[in-house]
């Protein structure tokens, strides 16, 4: 993504007529296959500590999850009993 960003913003300045999202794409895709591992290496460098950052936040985001998950979990089954208790009470009265 470090590549693709600075392919699309030099591509658009040589071909500032093109809209297509998906020509830039192609294009930028191409031209990164047709690189060495000495020309992606810059890119390659930047991306590294960029990908650990999203990795800590995404475990971070799915402890997250994982709690109020299971803190839905449990208020959804307090709503349930308290259901359950309402719907026993109003058969007993009607009885």
Known sequence: MVYKS???KNYKENFPDNK???IVGKAGGEKWKAMSDSEKAP???KASPLKSEYEKAMQE???NVSKSSSSEATVSEES???SEVKDNSE???SC
């Open 43 to 45: 890119y390659v460098a």
């Open 20 to 22: 297509s999202m998906a």
């Open 61 to 63: 985001f799915k402890k």
């Open 91 to 93: 058969h007993e009265a």
């Open 6 to 8: 600075d392919f699309r």
């Open 80 to 82: 349930e009993q308290t």
